[in-house]
């Protein structure tokens, strides 16, 4: 797809393909390494148990029980723990194209995670806007790439977006508070509608971090592996603390010391904070 093509269908959608696709070696390597580490107590001792709130370069991992006695992983910030994820959150191919989509000088990575679904009962992602979790960011232009490490269908956990929706604000308060899995019929008079995102394995999808997303469970046999990386803009800015009202003082992305830079390249990227 020509850049301009994407970046047309990322406005109006809020999500759209990538045009790349990771070789199968470096995929592989990546599913070996999810299992190394949600099997090395040492490496999870490490990470803070609450991955949705840890800063920067911090690992966390959480573990979520389901039915058959297997469980749902969320690892935040594997990158800092394997050389194979980090090379993929820094693959220039998939930073330049975020640099489209973000419409941005330079872009970095704000948190990675992966989301690792056991066969069988692995459980369904609720429906959520990343960035109205990122309540210290002074804007919500943050676009998240995800990674297929297995196939992604209908019956193995795909994502599932709702086209327009990165266009009708913040809107936590009717997503996070249904009973149910579903999504409204209608949101402020516009027309919702929910599309699944079947991926083959290496494929990489992006979507904004407005737009209403959420995810199947796994009813497969096989485990299924997403790499979800998201990036932001260098001139967004970070409150250096909660409650601070002052936005022209919090400093930009470009000057925070702690974000990787993935955009413009410049030489090769080293390891932040290896643990
Ligand atoms: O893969 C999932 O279950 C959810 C992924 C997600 O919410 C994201 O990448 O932002
Ligand atoms: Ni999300």
Same mark, same amino acid.
């Given at each position: ?52 709130? =840890? ?15 297997? $469980? ?24 330049e194209e975020a640099a489209d989509l973000l419409r941005a000088e330079s ?8 989301? $690792? ?15 109205? $979790?990122?309540? =210290? ?15 992604? =269908? ?109 955009w413009p390249r410049s030489g090769s990227l080293s390891f932040q904070t290896?643990?």
């Amino acid at each position: 797809m020509l850049a301009t093509e994407r970046v047309r269908r990322f406005a109006e959608d809020g999500f759209v393909m990538s045009d790349v696709r990771l070789d199968m070696t470096v995929v592989r390597r990546a599913e070996a390494e999810s299992q190394r580490i949600i099997g090395d107590q040492e490496t999870l001792a490490r990470c803070a148990p609450e991955p949705t709130l =840890t800063p920067y370069g911090v690992p966390g991992a959480k573990r979520m029980f389901v039915a058959s006695g297997a $469980y749902n992983w969320k690892i935040s910030n594997i990158r800092v723990l394997s050389d194979v994820f980090w090379a993929i959150a820094t693959d220039a191919r998939i930073a330049e194209e975020a640099a489209d989509l973000l419409r941005a000088e330079s872009v970095f990575i704000w948190k990675d995670q992966l989301i $690792y679904k056991p066969p069988c009962e692995g459980s369904p992602t609720g429906w959520h806007q990343d960035s109205h $979790y990122w309540r =210290t960011l002074s804007d919500h232009n943050q676009v998240t790439a995800w990674i297929a490490l297995n196939d992604a =269908t209908v019956r193995s956990g795909c994502l599932q977006m709702v086209p327009g929706s990165h266009r009708w604000g913040n809107q936590a308060r009717v997503l996070l508070h249904r009973k149910d899995e579903s999504v409204p019929d209608e949101c402020d008079g516009h027309p919702v509608t929910v599309r699944d995102i079947c991926m083959g394995v290496g494929e990489i999808h992006f979507h904004h971090g407005m737009t209403w997303h959420g995810a199947r469970g796994n009813a497969s046999v096989e485990p299924l592996g997403g790499f979800a990386v998201h990036f932001l803009g260098g001139d967004t800015r970070i409150s250096p603390q909660n409650g601070e009202i002052s936005v022209d003082k919090w400093p930009r992305v470009a000057d925070h010391a702690d974000l990787t830079r993935v955009w413009p390249r410049s030489g090769s990227l080293s390891f932040q904070t290896r643990q």
